[in-house]
Each structure stands twice: as structure tokens, then as C-alpha cells.
């Protein structure tokens, strides 16, 4: 079945230990998303990557890092420097549509819980 | 910051009767995507509308779009226990790549 796999589902992390969480697609898409969830809040993107080899910050990319080695791969990287970690994290990705006002549809991931002690 | 914002904030009705909740934004959009998320759990599309269509069905859900008074709608018709979850609306922001959130409303159908 092809989708996204994000791992681990939980993750807990002590203060000042960088923590990396996998996302895996095979839907063959082109572009992939990292976002962060906080408690009855929407999502943020922290980053977003068109293509391989290349990715672009969103809005709260302080204290995290991207690579796009592979098509199927995005991992984010949570560094020490995140002051504040503690949150739900998806991956998604999607297919890239250039008809006229197109859209790009997003298939997500289970998500990440990432607690720091 | 955030563009899409939802309303209600939280929704409680009867198995069986319609839900219906509103996303506003502020800038002009090419699209507006409604998403659903389970507790706990990613999100799933469930309709795209784009900026020149007014009304679109699929399957119990209907949405519209007022790009004069930019805003949407999302009506889920004969409601069951299993639609219980948090409903988003997406609109993108410089890029297709970029979407904005709203905070969501939470849908609670009682038994």
C-alpha cells in the first residue's frame, strides 16, 4: 500500500540531546512537508522540500534541520537549540500539480510525538 | 501567521443531524482545502475547492467558497460517530507549497 511511514510514533528526548524522526513515502511524490502541532492549535511548517537535494524553511525553522537525499526520504532533525520541542510532528508529502489554480494535496503521516524530560 | 481560521471552535450534535463549520481567511486564494484528523492520529484530505467554483460534493460532504467575503463552508450531512474528530481548512499562502492553517473545529457527534 503506498503512503508515508513516520517513525518512532513516540519519541522522548532529554534537554540538549538532538533527536532525528523518519519519514518514508512511496507514493513517488516530488515534494515533502514537516510540520509541527501543538494542543489545539493548526499546523506550522518548519520545512518543506520541491525536489531532491533542495529544501526551503517555513515559518518556525529555528532550531530544526532538513536533508533530501531521496526522493522518499525527508528526516528532520530536532537540535538542542529547539528551546522548545515538546509537540506532535507530521510529515507529508505531495504530487506536484501545475494545472490551471491548482493545488497541492497533502497525504500525511501518523505523526511523531516527541516529549522532552 | 495564521490565515484560516475556523468557526466553531468545537461543535457537539446528535448522530444523524448536519454539522456545519466556517473557515474565513484574508488574502485571495487559488484553492482552499479542507482536511480531517482523527485524535492522536495525521491528517486526511477530504475536499478541494478551487477559487472558480462556488459549491462541491462528495459524498456526504458539501463545501462552498464566498471569495467575496473569503470564506468557506464545510456541511457534512446525516452525521455518524465515526465523523468525531477535528476538522481544518488550508489556504495557500506565497506558494502551493505553503499552506496556512487554521486552528480547527472540533466535532463531537453523540451517540
Known amino acids: 500500500d503506498g503512503g508515508i511511514t513516520q517513525s518512532p510514533k513516540y519519541l522522548f528526548r532529554k534537554e540538549g540531546q538532538n533527536v532525528t524522526l523518519s519519514c518514508e513515502q512511496n507514493?513517488?511524490?516530488?515534494?515533502m512537508y514537516w510540520y509541527r502541532q501543538d494542543p489545539g492549535q493548526g499546523l506550522r511548517l518548519i520545512y518543506y522540500?520541491?525536489?531532491?537535494?533542495?529544501?526551503q524553511k517555513g515559518d518556525i525553522a529555528e532550531g530544526y534541520s532538513v536533508s533530501r537525499e531521496k526522493k522518499e526520504s525527508f528526516p528532520l532533525t530536532v537540535t538542542s537549540a529547539q528551546k522548545n520541542p515538546t509537540a506532535f510532528y507530521l510529515c507529508?508529502?505531495?504530487?506536484?500539480?501545475?494545472?490551471?489554480?491548482?493545488?497541492?494535496?497533502?497525504?500525511f503521516g501518523a505523526g511523531s510525538r516527541l516529549t522532552v524530560l | 501567521s495564521q490565515q484560516g481560521e475556523e468557526d466553531p471552535q468545537a461543535l457537539s450534535i446528535q448522530e444523524g443531524e448536519n454539522a456545519t463549520m466556517n473557515c474565513s481567511y484574508k488574502?485571495?486564494?487559488?484553492?482552499l482545502q479542507w482536511y480531517r484528523q482523527n485524535s492522536g492520529r495525521g491528517l486526511v484530505h477530504l475536499i478541494l475547492?478551487?477559487?472558480n467554483e462556488r459549491e462541491k460534493h462528495s459524498g456526504r460532504l458539501r463545501v462552498t467558497l464566498d471569495t467575496s467575503k473569503k470564506s468557506s463552508s464545510l456541511l457534512i450531512t446525516a452525521s455518524r460517530a465515526a465523523d468525531t474528530a477535528s476538522y481544518f481548512c488550508?489556504?495557500?499562502?506565497?506558494?502551493?507549497?505553503?499552506?496556512?492553517w487554521g486552528a480547527g473545529t472540533k466535532l463531537i457527534i453523540k451517540p
Open positions: 507529508a508529502s505531495s504530487a506536484r500539480d501545475t494545472s490551471y489554480l491548482g493545488a497541492n494535496v497533502l497525504t
Open positions: 507514493l513517488n511524490h516530488d515534494a
Open positions: 522540500s520541491q525536489i531532491v537535494n533542495d529544501f
Open positions: 488574502t485571495s486564494i487559488n484553492n
Open positions: 475547492i478551487r477559487s
Open positions: 488550508a489556504t495557500p499562502r506565497d506558494s502551493n507549497y505553503q499552506l496556512i
